[in-house]
């Protein structure tokens, strides 16, 4: 089947470690996306790749990295710096050729600073 | 700034009645409008999207409504069910540019359905 898989559901985090969020996608999707949920927050954007070894800042940036190194996977990396991690972690992707179309969500991660 | 404005926050719904949803943008280069829908510790899914050439896009007992000169859309869901009781995003993004793909959400409206 293909879709994108999360990993893992869930994650605990120690103040001041830095943890791995891990996103892959078999869609064949150009573009990737991470999103950060936070009740009443809506979706708000981190990161985003359109292209290989390429990635820009979302609204959210600030504390949080990622990388590109296939088209398959796009890893967020929620650092210390992050001073407010613990949320719910989705990450999206959509095919960039032939218009505007559908974006498909993981099941999320759900992080908690403990 | 809010690129996307979604009301209301929270809706509750009788069974069988008629739930809207509403959404205002100001980017007119916007030229696909999405809606979204979201269970409880799942991810979002598509529900039905709608382009600014048309009006109205109906699928099943879910309709987008388009106003491309008022720059709104809205989500209505006919005899709502309690089934529908989920969160509900409206979205949007513009063809090219940097942002090319990148869609805008609104803040998300947390329905609920009685039965």
């Known amino acids: 089947d293909g879709g994108i898989t999360q990993s893992p559901k869930y994650l605990f985090r120690k103040e001041g470690q830095n943890v791995t969020l891990s996103c892959e996608q078999n869609l064949n999707h150009d573009a990737m996306y991470w999103y950060r949920q936070d009740p009443g927050q809506g979706l708000r954007l981190i990161y985003y790749s359109q292209i290989v070894n390429d990635f820009q800042k979302g609204d959210i940036a600030e504390g949080y990295s990622v990388s590109r190194e296939k088209k398959e996977s796009f890893p967020l990396t929620v650092t210390s710096a992050q001073k407010n991690p613990t949320a719910f972690y989705l990450c999206a992707s959509r095919p960039l050729a032939g218009g505007n179309t559908e974006a498909f969500f993981g099941q999320g991660t759900r992080l908690t600073v403990v | 700034q809010q690129q996307v404005k979604q009301s209301p926050q929270s809706l509750i719904v009788q069974k069988g009645g008629i739930s809207i949803i509403n959404c205002a943008y100001e980017?007119?280069?916007?030229?696909?409008f999405p809606w979204y829908q979201q269970f409880p510790g799942k991810g979002p899914a598509l529900l039905i999207a709608i382009r600014p050439d048309v009006s109205e896009k109906k699928e099943g007992r879910f309709t987008i409504s388009f106003n491309k000169s008022a720059k709104q859309f809205s989500l209505h869901i006919m005899d709502s069910q309690p089934g529908d009781s989920a969160t509900y995003f409206c979205a949007a993004s513009n063809p090219g540019g940097s942002t090319l793909g990148r869609l805008y959400f609104g803040r998300g409206t947390q329905l609920t359905v009685w039965p």
């Open positions: 980017n007119t280069a916007f030229d696909y």
